[in-house]
């Protein structure tokens, strides 16, 4: 069967076979998807991965404190503009002080889960007495984020990673383009925009990150959560938070955000209503 809906009805004559997705005797990439841009490996196989998002999750925030790290993350996957899974959870841990959260393609999010699950159960069975901490997770992912983008066949998230390590709080992030960067506070998808702000204003009053509590942490993530569900279209009431200190990770149960909203003030709005 022809897999390509713009040839349907105009069958292909590549290689004899006019129905032949993918001609056995040959490594000839057919026309048809010669015309798909980036589409295809040099050796005439087909790309199995990803090439455009299509069930995405929005902003993942992070922030560090006196003591650890917070992360927070949105429980909906959009299918383009539909809302529609809306109990996906975007915060991993991967070690005992370690947790990923991604925002971008699920699928991708599903297959580096996969990639970095497999990768700790090897140094569990090395039983070496060594672990991969968060600075080792972060350089492999790292790797695994440049080295695809190299090969034109990028993974279309941006990971945000953050850990505690030898007494050190660590929170840094990877773009699908395979950069790295670390920082106090980091926010991704629309969150750039909405969140960075307050984060990095809520840092600066209090004389940076050592000086935040928990408590305040947490309040603040809240806050710049409530922000991105008021003002981005693809993201939900419904969210997580992920805490990282020197006794573990901790991951929440889904909050809910709308009994922290007021809309009754569209009563006196004119026009508005009834």
Request: hydrophobic share 35%.
């Amino acid at each position: 069967m022809d897999h390509f809906p713009t040839n349907w009805g105009n069958p292909r004559n590549e290689d004899g076979e006019s129905y032949n997705t993918y001609p056995m005797a040959s490594n000839k990439v057919p026309q048809g998807v010669q015309q798909i841009a980036g589409y295809g490996h040099a050796s005439g196989h087909p790309t199995t991965h990803t090439q455009s998002p299509v069930v995405t999750g929005t902003s993942v925030l992070g922030l560090k404190f006196k003591d650890g790290v917070l992360m927070a993350a949105d429980n909906l996957a959009s299918y383009g503009s539909l809302a529609r899974f809306r109990d996906v959870e975007r915060l991993h841990k991967v070690s005992d002080f370690t947790v990923i959260g991604a925002s971008g393609d699920i699928s991708d999010f599903q297959y580096v889960k996969h990639l970095l699950d497999a990768q700790m159960i090897k140094e569990y069975n090395a039983d070496d007495g060594h672990s991969l901490a968060t600075p080792h997770v972060f350089e492999y992912l790292w790797r695994i984020m440049y080295n695809r983008r190299s090969k034109m066949n990028p993974l279309w998230n941006t990971f945000v990673l953050g850990g505690v390590h030898k007494g050190e709080n660590f929170l840094g992030a990877i773009d699908l383009k395979g950069t790295p960067y670390q920082s106090p506070s980091i926010a991704t998808g629309f969150g750039s925009h909405l969140a960075t702000p307050m984060l990095r204003k809520a840092l600066d009053n209090a004389g940076g990150s050592e000086n935040l509590t928990r408590e305040e942490a947490e309040k603040l993530l809240v806050e710049c959560m409530k922000v991105c569900w008021l003002r981005d279209a693809r993201s939900s009431f419904k969210y997580q938070i992920a805490a990282i200190t020197s006794q573990g990770v901790s991951i929440s149960e889904p909050h809910d955000l709308r009994p922290l909203t007021y809309w009754e003030h569209g009563r006196d709005v004119r026009g508005y209503g009834a």
